[in-house]
């Protein structure tokens, strides 16, 4: 047994012209592809936004799925790489489900591939499937490998047949992490010596409060002081900003409302697709924010064992609050809970005291998952919002004429304009209504359904006034020279649902747009095969009359195009 | 841009020696307004607001982040607003004290579920001290409950209010007004006012006016009266001479007071001072006098110590036995009388219609038992109050009289009750000498108590000539709702006295005292046709298209179907006579408008309140508003919703509140406005419904026509083709402006309920039901009847109008 | 010679209709290309946005702008004649 040790040198064998030509080779996307997959996978949720009336904010997307997608659409020769990185295939290990690290336990020191048929007798005939999946997903992260052959089907029938390894640099990084060996500095370096300028764990939390709350408030339109343009930069790219006007987009209401960790995820895969273009090497940009999740919290680590492009990542990871460091020369930082967070499962906790705005962003979630909805939708359609975080606040004024404040609530009311500002912004109602669902009052919640009918019935309606006219692209046909032509026209367009709108008095046919080149290519069929049933000498109809003599009409299209 | 105003406040934290600019100055100190030094000051120490991100958003709102949260905030349940607002946790434990404290020193303004809001007002207070309260008490608990540092704008406001309020009372003591008052001093302020000496009467003035006055009478009335005892006005002009020599006013103060304990029936020993004084005013100028006081911050409180008025004889009146009063009925009652019961004090009271008014009007009679004057807003509620008294109460028939325009009887003792109308009253043209006589004897009458019937409704100059010419100790206004369009509200608080309880809809909804409704708003399309032309049609016209839309029929038409079949007693409304006869007509049911026949109507509710089965559904013109005496319904169905009057919205429901079946498990009352939609009457729908929504009601949408009437049924309902809604169209473009308003297009020759009556009249003497035939025969003949009359009625009236405007004609 | 026209369905309820003829029999360039029935028309593509925009501030203005004159003298005529 010998998996290839991922030495450090390893990595400057890869060259860029080396890379690059791996990635030609590669039938996959190109990273920024993939990257911008991922992204889009995190800003999009369910790809139809904010059209499915049952979905919740926060359904869909997790760190774990995120990341996951991202890895699995990434190149080979990337995979590969990145798995040399002991960290981030620890991260992986954690991100799998209980089943998926079973397996790659139970495979990881195994002597030989296993065969499929050994696994099976791993469980019960019930918990095949399961296995298969489980296989099935490991096999598209590349974690496991079948050494030349097509991944396992559930098919795969008799006891021989190939068998299932951990792909080689998982399998080594993995035992790595997991024993402590290899290359430390993977850990990254814990910095001896203390710190002069002491650095407590609460202003680590405040500072990365603030630093993403800023990045949020800036989505939200309240601008707190000076930005980088990195980051606005990242926040139109991603479609969370209009360009235009610097609104927020209906994507942007969306993401506000995930967990931190997700959003904070969907900005670094962002910026990882950036990052490609910035001529960064996406593989040490990934593995360092790997690495980031595997810091301590509190600890504060040497900056001289970074590279030159992990130090720049430190200079762009900063005004995200992901990182803490003095000053740019300082020969250390401090990752802040939002590093420390990047792969686990737990979710940043809030401040001691349940009003306040420490790492609350908006969506109001606590260290223990309770409940700590905060607003109160009246039938009168008067808000009253317990809250004293300016970004709450900020949140809600997208939507609600704010009227009052207190030191810790804001009284507003939902009125037709503030709403139809909403969606002129593109807030859709539904997402509107399950904002202030998810975050309602504990009061309120003892209710079936726990916003006033009445008043989320009116925020839809609010909606239908804007949505009167339903317009589709389509063709339209008409001057139909015999019935049967227009009927039988209809009847082929009807066949594949194209039909929109018909009037067979005056014979007219609306056809969708979709189905134009369909129905275009049939008239001209059709029409190509009438004129050859015509007789010399027949009426002139809709043709140029010509005498049979004449060659048969040209290929031009009988339909004139308006 | 910059406000000006910021600036000086900007320049006056700058240090001394900075530079001001000079230009300034004559801004500062140069007007007349003395409060802007005032205001200097406060933002000087200006409030300090959080500083955050999202600060912008509330420049122009209002910041309150200034006060200071206090520590055990979690356990409070109000939040006190700088400019008066207060905001309630009604949830919270200790909601329903706080609740209790909020109803007695501030307004209402939105009570739903889970959080009210109220707003103390000059008049609010002023009602809180004329309970009793007093400004150290309500600062007390209002920071008790309250989780923010009560601000000191609002602390300096309710000791303005209250600390002048309560020092001056307006006593009516043998048909005359005094002002009176424990305080000299404010006495004084109030004599130096023009307007207040000008209705000063002296002792001299006061004896000779009354002399006069007391001689008409008598040479009118054929009697000679005996002498009334002269009452001097005490001290008024020794108030005036005092200068500030505080001994000699001292001593001459005791003087008076000794005098005045003499000659003063009502004396007030309650307070710590031992006299009081009282100077009199000329009646006719009472009101100008008390909108004075009032603007000089001394509002009159007026109180009537009814137990100890030798001089107005008592009348015997109990409740009886049978009558229980609720509970929300007595807290009314507390509010006026006083813990003690000693006094009573003027006041309005708010209830939802269907809650008792009448109860506690009768309840307050009883308690004051001196002479009562009901007046109501027509003469089916004084047979109404009437008949009330007699139910519930001891009063016997000959004790209790009506007085409206059939009826000028007096009740037969030295004490009793008139029942009568405020047109009766105020009238100011021509009237029958009956009636000059009645009126006489009425304002020469000193009423214990004036009862004042659906407040909200009567214009306030009908007040005003009521108040000024009837002297009552006590008044009373009752009301559903203090909303008015023209916003007359104010005036009424002077008129008549502060609000001393306002009842919570939805709390008495929950304990079933009145009935829970289900409010539902029905969005009818505009045909195309319809709606072409609305919008090229103008504003008049356009409103006759939105209550004739086709659609609407066929809503109408469903909603009463389905609701008769569930049991229900129907009131369709309409404003406007036109649409009102045409449904009407179209759907068979009876209708009731201002020019239908008292029999008539008193017919067609009979067999409403009865439940004939050809009577489940009427419908109401405006008439229905006031005029009726209405059965209680449990459906009510709006057609026609033109303006956004919230007060008549209000009064509607109020139609449906008195189902006795409300405490039946899950019942609900039915609510119903059709709207056509993309129309105007959206819009006013929706500012109509501001009130009820305030007061926890929620309001249903049914946005398409589909989502109600299923489509198997529409077949089945009138105006289902083109051809019957292009008819329709044609029909309400012919019809004239002044015929949409007023008037109907053809007479009604088919009295339904007068039909009926004339069979069950045949019937009864016949001993027993007629064949088919014979019915039929009768009830043509009674239409024949009513056809001939009518027509005579109308020949009459042709020729009385001809011979009226050939004497103008003449005239010129 | 059967016509082939593009363009963009519209499909609305009656009364919205209503308003897009006005708004075309307004407009300095005529969009619709054919009147279909009671509920859609075929317009211009580019004129859509154009519509919609027009279609709101009209029916702002009929349905939520109300005459405030009329509001008000209504409400004199029902205080002045309680007994109506």
Known sequence: MGPTAAAPGTKKAWSRPARKAAAAAASANTPSAAAAAAANAATSWNGALGSAPDVKPSAGATVKGLIEDYIANLPLAYRDRIYQQPATCLALFRFATPLGKQIIMRILYAAHPIPLADMKLWCTTDGEKELIRALEHLYRLHIIAIPDAPPPRPAASDGSGPGVALSPHFRQSLHNALTGSGDHASFGQESTAPDKHLVTQAMLDQYATERWEAVLHYLVGSPSGKRKRAVTKLLEHSGLMARANLTITSKGFQFLLQDVNVQVWAFLLQYLQMSDELKMDLVEVLGFLFQLGSLRFGASYSVDTLTETQKHMLEDLKPLGIVYQRKKKSSRFYPTRLATTLTSKTLLSSGADGDSATGHAAGGQSLTGEETGFIIVETNYRVYAYTSSALEIAVLSLFVNLKARFMNMVVGMITRDSVREALSKGISATQIIDYLTSQAHPELKKNNPVLPATVSDQIRLWEMEKERITPSHAWLYRDFARQDDYEATVAYAEAYNFVLWKNPTNRIIVVDARGQDQVRAYLKRAATAHTRAVPAGAPAGSQPSQSASQPPPSQELPVHVV | MVDPELNIQHQLVLPRTAALDTSLKDQLFGDDDGDIGEENVLQQHGPQVIHDEVTSLFEDRDDYTFLPLKAEHKSRPLYVCDDGRIILEAFAPNAARAEDFLITIAEPVSRPARIHEYKLTAYSLYAAVSVGMETATILDVMERFSKVTIPDRVVRFIKDCTLSYGKVKLVLKHNRYFIESNFPETLRVLLQDDTIRLAHLTAVESVEKRRIKAEERATKLGKTLPQQPVIASITSKSLLEAPDDKNNVRDRLDQAAEKSRLLDDDNDDDDESDFVQSFEIDKPMVEEVKKRCTELDFPLMEEYD??????????????????????????????????????????????????????????????????????????????????????????????????????????????????????????????????????????????????????????????????????????????????????????????????????????????????????????????????????????????????????????????????????????????????????????????????????????????????????????????????????????????????????????????????????????????????????????????????????????????????????????????????????????????????????????????????????????????????????????????????????????????????????????? | MVQAVRGVLLQMDAAIKQIILEINDQSPQPFILEDLDDEHVFVQEESVDLVRAKLDEILEKNTYKVDEDVTMAKVQQTVASPAA
């Not at chain 2, 507390?334 to 708010?350: D, E, L, P, Q, T």
């Not at chain 2, 498990?665 to 056509?676: A, I, Q």
Request: glycine fraction near 6%; aromatic fraction near 8%; charged fraction near 25%.
């Open chain 2, 306 to 812: 009814f137990r100890n008025d030798s001089i107005n004889p008592d009348l015997e009146i109990d409740l009886s036995p049978a009558t229980s009063i609720r509970d929300y009925q007595e807290k009314c009652l507390s509010k006026m009388f006083g813990s003690g019961g000693g006094r009573a004090r003027s006041g309005i009271i708010v209830l939802p219609t269907g809650a008792g008014k009448t109860l506690v009007g009768i309840t307050a009679a009883c308690t004051v038992k001196k002479s009562t004057l009901v007046l109501c807003t027509n003469a089916l509620s004084v047979e109404q109050w009437a008949a009330e008294f007699l139910k519930w109460s001891s009063i016997k028939e000959g004790d209790i009289a009506k007085f409206t325009a059939d009826n000028k009887t007096r009740f037969r003792g030295d004490s009793g009750i008139v029942v009568s109308t405020y047109t009766m009253i105020s009238h100011s043209g021509k009237r029958s000498w009956e009636t000059g006589q009645m009126l006489n004897w009425i304002n020469s009458q000193e009423w214990g108590l004036l009862i004042l019937d659906e407040v909200h409704v009567v214009p306030a100059n009908v007040f005003r000539r009521v108040l000024t010419t009837v002297a009552a100790h006590t008044k009373m206004g009752l009301t559903a709702t203090l909303v008015r369009e023209d916003d007359k509200i104010e005036d009424l608080n002077f008129l008549i006295g502060p609000k001393l309880y306002e009842a919570n809809w939805m709390e008495l909804a929950g304990r079933g005292h009145i009935a829970k409704v289900e409010a539902t708003e029905v969005w009818c399309p505009m045909t195309s046709s319809f709606y072409r032309t609305y919008l090229e049609s103008k504003p008049a016209k356009r409103s006759l298209l939105c209550v004739m839309n086709p659609t609407k029929l066929q809503a109408c038409q469903y909603l009463i179907n389905q609701r008769e079949a569930a049991g229900d007693k129907i009131i369709v409304f309409s404003d406007n006579v036109f649409a009102l006869e045409h449904y009407a007509k179209l759907l068979n049911k009876p209708f009731i408008y201002g020019q239908t026949s008292h029999i008539e109507r008193t017919r067609i509710l009979k067999l409403f309140r009865q439940g004939h089965h050809m009577f489940r559904t009427i419908l109401l013109s405006k008439v229905g508003d006031t005029s009726l005496d209405l059965p209680e319904a449990t459906c009510l169905i709006q057609i026609s919703s033109q303006f956004g009057s919230r007060r008549q919205e209000a009064q509607r429901m109020g139609r449906i509140l008195r189902a006795k079946r409300r405490n039946e498990e899950g019942f609900r009352s039915r609510f119903f406005t059709l709207v056509s939609r993309d129309t105007q009457e959206v819009a006013f729908s929706a500012k109509r419904r501001r009130f009820l929504v305030d007061q926890g009601y929620e309001f249903h949408v049914i946005p398409q026509l589909t989502d109600l009437i299923p489509p198997n049924i529409l077949p089945s309902l009138h105006y289902n083709s083109e051809a019957e809604q292009q008819e329709l169209l044609e029909m309400v473009l012919q019809a004239s402006d002044e015929a949409a308003r007023d008037e109907i297009l053809e007479t009604r020759t088919d009295d339904m309920a007068g039909a009926l009556f004339a069979l069950q009249e045949e019937e009864r003497r016949a001993g027993g039901q007629l064949s088919k035939s014979k019915a039929r025969k009768v009830i043509q003949r009674y239409r024949n009847e009513q056809i001939r009359s009518s027509r005579e009625a109308s020949k009459a009236q042709a020729s009385r109008r001809h011979a009226l405007f050939r004497q103008w004609k003449r005239k010129g």
